[in-house]
T-cell receptor, first 113, second 111 residues
Framework: AQSVTQPDIHITVSEGASLELRCNYSYGATPYLFWYVQSPGQGLQLLLKYFSGDTLVQGIKGFEAEFKRSQSSFNLRKPSVHWSDAAEYFCAYDNQAGTALIFGKGTTLSVSS | NAGVTQTPKFRVLKTGQSMTLLCAQDMNHEYMYWYRQDPGMGLRLIHYSVGEGTTAKGEVPDGYNVSRLKKQNFLLGLESAAPSQTSVYFC??????????FGEGSRLTVL
């Protein structure tokens, strides 16, 4: 069955340090993949998406993600983390019918000063 | 521009009571969704709709019903609430399945 896995439940990064959040997928064909962010008490916001083509995709707020078929991964990165990046991050994929998004369990990012 | 609006934002129910959560979007989106969010479980899809008059089951549909009588509204009903339905419920809409716009959530407690 298709799924996404976010191996890290909670990550703490120092402000100004680089960030990488992991997402692994299990899918028969090339999936459509997404990263969303949820600030405390808020709904989710789309950061970036991958459908096909260039495997490095740029998103909002300085985030990027790289699709690696050989590793079945779609990791989210940011070169320098700001305190305002503290939030919960979700990797997601489209269901087989292409009609809905299925989310991973999320990774909580804390930023230390 | 209101985007996606959920009402109510908070509700406390007793076991066995019924209630309806309302989601309204003003972006003319075809797709609408109800998710629930629980600690350590991420967001799980309850039901969704790909257009007015259509609904479909998601990952965790049991105990919930939905209706999409108007394009801009998507209602989530609990006929007989159970403590296991204590959760934060999020509505989302989108012109496509990829870019979804979320409401701020409705926190439901069932005692």
């Amino acid at each position: 069955a298709q799924s996404v896995t976010q191996p890290d439940i909670h990550i703490t990064v120092s402000e100004g340090a680089s960030l990488e959040l992991r997402c692994n997928y299990s899918y028969g064909a090339t999936p459509y993949l997404f990263w969303y962010v949820q600030s405390p008490g808020q709904g989710l916001q789309l950061l970036l998406k991958y459908f096909s083509g260039d495997t490095l995709v740029q998103g909002i707020k300085g985030f990027e993600a790289e699709f690696k078929r050989s590793q079945s991964s779609f990791n989210l990165r940011k070169p320098s983390v700001h305190w305002s990046d503290a939030a919960e991050y979700f990797c997601a994929y489209d269901n087989q019918a292409g009609t809905a998004l299925i989310f991973g369990k999320g990774t909580t990012l804390s930023v230390s000063s | 521009n209101a985007g996606v609006t959920q009402t109510p934002k908070f509700r406390v129910l007793k076991t066995g009571q019924s209630m309806t959560l309302l989601c309204a979007q003003d972006m003319n989106h075809e797709y609408m969704y109800w998710y629930r969010q629980d600690p350590g479980m991420g967001l799980r899809l309850i039901h969704y709709s790909v257009g007015e008059g259509t609904t479909a089951k998601g990952e965790v549909p049991d105990g919930y019903n939905v209706s999409r009588l108007k394009k801009q509204n998507f209602l989530l009903g609990l006929e007989s609430a159970a403590p296991s339905q204590t959760s934060v419920y999020f509505c989302a809409s989108g012109a496509t399945t990829g870019e979804l716009f979320f409401g701020e959530g409705s926190r439901l407690t069932v005692l």
